[in-house]
């Protein structure tokens, strides 16, 4: 906790900011107020109408407040002068009018106000207030998610089906072809790869509301989202009452897999709790063919080896959650949440390796993996207003625990001059890591249509990676210290950042710096190596939002990210693949110096169009290195001298009918790369990707929905992956007065989906072809229940939960 001690004066500080005078306040302040009864047309009170008290030179928001159950609003504390009242309640036309406020008793209370109803008839309404699959904003895109897309799929699934997100056979997920952050309802995941996988694979995508694809995070959020960043937003309901809704489901492809859980929600005017879990059972198969090939100076060809894997694999996932918001008061909410995801993962394998030599068996290999996962996280997060102008300071703490016990149980055939060696091993390798996170942010509102926001975070990590090699001799278990080690690991990030907001009559722009300083140190047991890095970084970020009209826009951003080595790829423990394949990582990894500019030209809120430039320096790259005897490959991650991407995307999302909706996208894009010790430029192959996705309602109650996707041949760095194309399709059929659904969906339908890349390193030529369970059939059934309490109360604390959990990220 002494790491943490240097920034509790600073959180000190943050509070004393709520006694500074009030910016957005030119007027002086006096003891008065403005109050009033809203109406509907029928002369009944009318509660939860939104009052907004603006400024009328500049519309400045200066106080806000929703009317009671009985109509009745009243705004504190105003300032004298002339502001502009306005009143807005879904369903009724906007009510404007101007008022002076004076210190006079009784002469602010304005007495009845009635609302009359919108022009729009119902159906309009229900057309035009459905949210369309792909909404484009500035800084974002928001994707909301229905049962008819995600057809009780797992969320890792059904990110591989939304447009620009690419989830690779090594479980990394790419947003645009760059590496990013996972963050769950705000907060990011400090998971490697496989952890990561495994909890996405936990969870339904049922559950999911939406999925932010943020390409160009602010300062307020980590610098190692050099990518971006991918925000997954859980259901939360937004109404007091009890709702949810139970699923279930099941498909096949070669293998059966079933789905089921369930969300509950349970919300009063002083508390909201959420209940979930979810199960999932995948078995699916991975075929993998390797073709490895050595060259000498001349480049001819001098050996090689070839191998065929052919493995069935098993998942069992259960994922419980449960959160819990307290409103202490009308400005403070106090949020709790805890989520255990526990995995079961089987794995049968079966390989041959030929040596090309020879032109004969070399041998064969079969392993038997058995893991146990459990991700354990718990936050609390506290949210206080200061007052009615949108000042108001959070407070985060978070605690992550991933801990992975695998046993392999391998046996290998040896073929070598007329010998036939048996060997029996069994590999046990346990990995764990802690994970201890603070933060605070501050907003401050300012005059002129500003704002200010200043925070800081500080965290720290330790990690423990064990791997025991036994061999088996009879039923005996005898240790190899060959392959046996012991690896530790912590590190160190503190952060200090401060942004800067404001909006002009038709600029919008945000400034914003972030400094983060990290330290960090590990140490190898058996060859008893240590290393450490101390260092510290600025990372700017500079956004440009100008408005040519109200439906044409221009959107321009640079910024500086780093990006910072997996705890896994800096782990220097061996991994199997097969007998003659393994993974590594690299301890003396340095982080990546990313720098990003963009330029974007919105036409109508539906066609988008970016530019992109990226240079990364210190980029990581992996390469796979032969041993002495040349009989086995390890593969691990390097830093080239930079890696330089140029592209241009093409958005265009739009209800073209009020039976159609289509979001298409477009992505060109171009990579280049230099070695540490090679001063060659590297040119990549212009990459062409292309995703539509259209649905279609047949009926009131039947709809249709049909997702292709193409991705061209590429160049990643070292490695050049071939073309393919998939199509997905499904319908959604409502029953029950809209309470249930019924889903069908087909992945893959043509089983064109596949995987094949060359990765070339330096003498080592190695060509991958691998085959997956993308073809399947999944049929889901999801019934939602649950209505509104009666005599209820609403306050202030729960309307503003409600738009905190739409607008804010934490």
């Known amino acids: 906790m002494k790491k943490f001690a240097g920034y509790i004066s600073f959180l000190v500080l943050l509070l004393f900011f709520d006694f500074l005078p009030r910016f957005s306040i030119a007027q002086e302040m006096v003891d008065t107020h403005v109050s009033g009864v809203i109406l509907d047309e029928k002369q009944q009170p009318l509660p939860f109408a939104a009052i907004i008290l603006k400024a009328i030179h500049d519309s400045t928001v200066t106080k806000t407040a929703l009317s009671e159950i009985d109509g009745k609003f009243i705004l504190l504390n105003v300032p004298t002068g002339v502001f502009i009242l306005e009143i807005t309640m879904l369903g009724y036309e906007t009510y404007r009018k101007q008022i002076e406020s004076v210190a006079v008793a009784r002469a602010n209370e304005l007495g009845n106000i009635q609302l009359k109803p919108a022009t729009k008839n119902l159906s309009a309404v229900t057309i035009t207030g459905q949210k369309p699959f792909i909404e484009q904003r500035a800084d974002k895109i928001v994707i909301n998610l229905s049962d008819q897309f995600t057809g009780g799929s ?34 990011p995941t400090p998971l490697s790869a496989d952890a990561l996988a495994g909890l996405l694979r936990g969870m339904s995508a049922t559950s999911i509301e939406r999925v932010e694809l943020i390409a160009r995070p602010s300062s307020k959020y980590d610098a190692s989202a050099s990518g971006g960043i991918i925000n997954i937003v859980r259901k939360r309901g937004s109404r007091e009452g009890l709702r949810g809704n139970v699923y279930g489901g099941g498909g096949f ?52 080896t070839e191998s065929m894997i052919k493995s069935v694999r098993q998942m069992n996932n259960i994922t419980p959650n449960i959160g819990l918001d307290l409103y202490l008061t009308k400005k403070t909410t106090l949020s709790f949440a805890v989520m255990n995801a526990l995995q079961l993962f089987k794995k049968n394998a079966f390989s041959e390796m030929m ?12 392993n038997r993996v058995k893991t146990k996962m459990n991700n354990f996280s718990s936050g ?16 985060d703490l978070d605690y992550y625990r991933n801990a992975n016990y695998s046993d392999q149980h391998n046996t290998e055939r040896i073929f070598s001059q007329g010998r036939d060696e048996l060997r029996r091993t069994f590999f046990d390798q346990n990995n764990a890591f802690d994970v201890y996170s603070a933060k605070a942010d501050l907003t401050l509102p300012l005059k002129h249509k500003a704002q200010m926001e200043s925070g800081f975070k ?21 240790p190899n210290d060959s392959q046996s080690d012991l690896y530790r690991y912590s590190e160190s990030i503190h952060a200090l950042y401060t942004t800067f907001h404001q909006e002009l009559k038709k600029l919008s722009y945000q400034l914003g710096l972030r400094a983060e300083g990290t330290w960090n140190s590990g140490r190898q047991l058996q060859s008893n190596q240590r290393f450490s890095q101390n260092y510290i970084q600025l990372f700017p970020t500079v956004f440009f939002d100008y408005k040519f009209t109200d439906k044409h826009s221009f959107i321009f951003s640079f910024d500086k990210k780093t990006n910072r080595p997996t705890y896994e790829n800096m782990n220097p423990l061996l991994r199997i693949v097969n007998a003659n394949n393994f993974v590594q990582g690299n301890p003396n990894l340095r982080p990546v110096s990313s720098y990003n500019g963009s330029a974007t030209l919105a036409y109508r809120t539906a066609l988008f169009v970016t530019a992109n430039f990226g240079i990364d320096f210190r980029d990581f790259t992996y390469f796979a290195f032969q041993n002495q005897s040349g009989d086995s490959t390890v593969t691990r991650p390097v830093n080239n001298r930079y890696t330089q991407t140029v592209s241009l995307i093409t958005a265009y999302n ?65 490695i050049k992956t071939d073309a393919y194309f998939t199509l997905t399709s499904g319908l959604r059929q409502s029953l029950l007065k809209k309470r249930a659904t019924v889903s069908l969906n087909v992945t893959d339908i043509f089983s064109t989906f596949k995987n094949r890349y060359l990765q070339q390193s330096l003498a080592l030529r190695q060509v991958w072809e691998n085959r997956y369970e993308t073809t399947t059939l999944r049929l889901n059934f999801t019934y939602n229940f649950g209505g509104q309490i009666n005599k209820v109360k609403k306050s202030d604390s729960a309307a503003d939960e409600r738009r905190r959990s739409d607008t804010k990220e934490n």
């Open 654 to 718: 739009r209800q073209i009918k009020p039976w159609w909706y289509t979001s298409t996208n477009i992505n060109l894009r171009k990579l280049s790369y230099q070695l540490v010790d090679d001063h060659v430029n590297i040119t990549g192959i212009t990459n062409f990707n292309f995703d539509t996705y259209n649905s279609f309602s047949l009926t009131k109650q039947l709809s249709w929905l049909i997702l292709f996707r193409y991705r061209g041949k590429s160049q990643e760095r070292n």
């Open 355 to 366: 040596n090309l030599d020879e032109k004969s068996l070399a041998g064969n290999f079969d």
């Open 154 to 187: 797992s969320l890792m699934e059904v990110m591989d089906r939304l447009p620009g997100i690419q989830v690779n056979p090594d479980n990394m997920v790419y947003l645009n072809g760059r590496n990013v952050r996972i963050y769950i309802d705000g907060k």
């Open 380 to 395: 609390l997060h506290l949210l206080h207003q200061m007052d009615t102008l949108g000042k108001e300071l959070t407070v």
């Open 458 to 478: 500080s965290s720290y990590v330790e990690t423990y990676n064990r791997n025991v090699l036994y061999d088996i001799n009879g039923s005996k278990l005898i």
């Open 253 to 304: 492809g070669r293998y059966a897999k079933y789905t089921g859980g369930f969300n509950l929600n349970f919300k009063t005017c002083k508390y909201n709790l959420l209940l979930n879990t979810d199960y999932n059972f995948n078995k699916y198969f991975v075929d993998n063919y390797i073709l490895a090939t050595t060259s000498g100076e001349s480049g001819i060809i001098s050996g090689g």
